[in-house]
């Protein structure tokens, strides 16, 4: 029980496999962080990025928490924004959510959860602050999808909201946020079709001066 042989045998047959098909891949990948884009996502073990977006290891830049939230309080969070704006110099940052999420379905809930409710109030203030729309819908799984959107939107503006992008976008660096939701019932991706690049398109009331 104390060593989990299973997966380090896989590992040593996925290491073998890589080798085959390149023998310089892990010597090449030594060297290599220079990745375009940071992808915010969700800890959900079906939704892994590198997969989703069929990316080697080195070219997507990673961050994952429960229900893909990005709180300023976060120091995880920011920490790895700070490192992947003003370190890497990505160019993309995406917010990635997914339909079925369990932490949004949770946070629907009129039950306790547990120490995970604290965090799951960020997604409450989601659906509190987009009550009325949410409520329009009426079919209970599209209430739960909506949600998972405009879980992604409001993330994508916290990001938009911290100093590091704010800072980026004012020393002149080419960056871009942007909101996707992936599907896990057919592998697809979704544009949600916001993308912000730049301080003039986030509300006044946000901006660091």
């Known amino acids: 029980m ?19 098909r390149d023998p310089d891949f892990f010597s090449k990948l030594v060297g290599q962080q220079s990745p375009q884009y ?16 069929d990316l080697l290891p080195g070219e997507i830049f990673v961050h994952r928490n429960i229900a893909n ?25 995406i917010v990635c959510g997914h339909y079925g999420c369990g932490g ?22 989601v659906h509190r602050c987009h009550q ?19 879980n992604v939107i409001e993330q994508v503006a916290n990001v938009c909201h911290t100093t590091i992008v704010q800072n980026a976008w004012k020393a002149g660096q080419s960056l ?20 912000t690049t730049g301080l003039a398109e986030i509300p006044m009331t946000h901006r660091v001066r």
């Open 104 to 125: 949004v379905k949770a946070a629907m809930e009129r039950r306790e959860h547990g120490l995970i409710d604290n965090w799951l109030g960020h997604i409450r203030d």
């Open 176 to 195: 871009a946020v942007h909101g996707w939701i992936y599907r896990i019932e057919d592998g697809i991706l979704r544009d949600l079709e916001v993308c």
């Open 2 to 20: 104390r060593i989990l042989n299973e997966l380090f045998i896989n590992n040593r047959r996925w290491a073998e496999r890589i080798k085959q």
């Open 132 to 150: 009325a729309a949410i409520e329009a819908v009426p079919d209970e799984a599209a209430k739960f999808d909506r949600l998972c959107e405009l």
């Open 38 to 53: 940071l992808w915010i996502g969700c800890s959900d073990s079906r939704v892994p990025a590198n997969e989703i977006v």
């Open 69 to 93: 939230v990005v709180v300023h309080s976060d120091l995880n969070c920011l920490s790895v924004i700070q490192y992947a704006v003003e370190e890497l110099k990505v160019k993309h940052i």
